[in-house]
């Protein structure tokens, strides 16, 4: 079985032990590095590299990712049980180091610049949040499960289409687009989409 099946079969048994409302609360937004507690560390080169345990993150280190230091892209995809996972790649595009820190904010939007369709993705625990230095053309990736929404009740969500992703990279309020078709719910408050934080590395062995 390769990685992305391994990894779905994991999401799916998160999902039928706690349940898809279960699995989707919290907020999709942008987090940063808790004060007081230490954080794993990793740096990765263009060849994305693993992630390297470290105490702490260091205060004299890469300052973090922006928008403007980074290219989105799309990775591995496959459904399963009910929901498609999509991996999210962000590429540091600037000439000098970054870091990334935490979960990505997504949502689905009309077009670049356009209006938020439905809810933003919801935090999914799957990994643990971990300080990722990115080198120049270095990448990281999150893993974004979007649920049928045939599965959902057409009254709460209103099932409609979009084709365009906007993300914000942790601990940032610039976006980027990519895109991305898929059925959505347009109505807000029904959670049907979760992302996991970032971590190194562009494809699914990363986690």
Not at 19 to 38: D, E, W, Y
Not at 125 to 150: C, E, H, M, N, R
Request: aromatic fraction near 6%.
């Amino acid at each position: 079985m390769n990685t992305v099946g391994q990894l779905t079969r994991r999401f799916g048994f998160i999902a039928a032990a706690a349940g898809v409302a279960a699995l989707l609360a919290g907020c999709g937004s942008k987090a940063a590095p808790p004060a007081a507690a230490p954080a794993k560390t990793a740096s990765v080169a263009p060849s994305a590299g693993s992630t390297t345990p470290a105490s702490s993150p260091s205060p004299a280190g890469p300052a973090t990712c922006l928008s403007s230091d980074l290219q989105a892209s799309l990775g591995q995809s496959q459904g399963a049980a009910g929901t498609i996972y999509q991996l999210l790649i962000l590429t540091n595009t600037s000439g000098s180091g970054c870091t990334l820190y935490g979960y990505p904010g997504v949502s689905f939007v009309t077009g670049q610049g356009g209006s938020v369709i439905g809810s933003p993705a919801a935090r999914n625990p799957l990994i643990s949040d971990t300080l990722v230095t990115l080198q120049p053309g270095g990448t990281a990736s999150a893993l974004l499960g979007v649920v049928d929404t045939g599965a959902l009740p057409q009254s709460k969500c209103d099932p409609g289409t979009a084709d365009w992703l906007q993300i914000y990279p942790p601990g940032d309020t610039g976006s980027l687009f990519v895109q991305l078709s898929s059925s959505v719910c347009t109505k807000v408050g029904e959670i049907y989409m979760h992302v996991t934080a970032v971590h190194a590395g562009s494809s699914t062995s990363s986690f």
